[in-house]
């Protein structure tokens, strides 16, 4: 089944560490996201890529990074300079971007992170 | 920039007590109109996209429609297995990101 496969489902991380989310899709979609989600709050948008080899900034990028080298893959890195990493972090993909237009997002499965 | 504001926050229903979600929105020139479902744990799940005002789409016991201001979300006899968070998105005018509310949590009690 096509879908979008976010590993691992909980992570924890020490004062001072990288830590890096994966990503994987293989829906052939060429648009790919990344999503922040706080309880009681709205989901908000972390990095984008409408393409392999490019990714834009979205509303919240500071201390996160990104890259885009397979159509199928979109790691995540939550650096150390994200001074509140606690989340629920999303990945999602849509077929073209921006999605909006006759389209949606599908997103994966979700990876928790704390911190210890 | 765009808002979406939905409401209530929480609703508890018992089963077979139909109710309505709400969504208002602000946006220029609305190209999208999104509901999704998350249960606890999990990414969203895709309900509906609505378009234009007057518009209506129907899955189960569910029933999206959208004014110029609102969409609302009416669940007909709901069952324990309908709860869930509804989360509202909107996109629009030139902007290429879905700007999401926050959710309302639904509780079906048998």
């Known amino acids: 089944d096509g879908g979008i496969t976010q590993s691992p489902k909980y992570l924890f991380r020490k004062e001072g560490q990288n830590v890096t989310l994966s990503c994987e899709q293989n829906?052939?979609?060429?648009?790919m996201y990344w999503y922040r989600q706080d309880p009681g709050q709205g989901l908000r948008l972390i990095y984008y890529?409408?393409?392999?080899?490019?990714?834009q900034k979205g509303d919240i990028a500071e201390g996160y990074s990104v890259s885009r080298e397979k159509k199928e893959s979109f790691p995540l890195t939550v650096t150390s300079a994200q001074k509140n990493p606690t989340a629920f972090y999303l990945c999602?993909?849509?077929?073209?971007?921006?999605?909006?237009?006759?389209?949606?997002?599908?997103f994966g499965s979700g990876t928790q992170l704390s911190v210890l | 920039e765009d808002q979406v504001t939905q409401s209530p926050e929480a609703l508890r229903l018992q089963e077979g007590e139909s109710s309505s979600l709400n969504c208002s929105y602000t946006?220029?020139?609305?190209?999208?109109l999104f509901w999704y479902r998350q249960d606890p744990g999990k990414g969203p799940e895709f309900l509906f996209t609505?378009?234009?005002a007057g518009e209506e789409k129907e899955k189960e016991r569910l029933k999206a429609t959208l004014t110029k201001k609102e969409s609302f979300l009416h669940i007909t006899a709901p069952k324990p297995e309908d709860s869930a968070t509804y989360l509202c998105?909107?996109?629009?005018?030139?902007?290429?990101?879905?700007?999401f509310g926050k959710g309302t949590l639904l509780t079906v009690n048998p």
């Open positions: 829906l052939n979609h060429d648009a």
């Open positions: 998105a909107v996109t629009g005018g030139s902007n290429y990101k879905l700007t």
């Open positions: 890529s409408q393409i392999v080899n490019d990714f």
């Open positions: 999602a993909s849509s077929i073209l971007f921006p999605p909006g237009t006759n389209e949606k997002l599908f």
């Open positions: 946006v220029s020139g609305l190209r999208g």
């Open positions: 609505l378009y234009s």
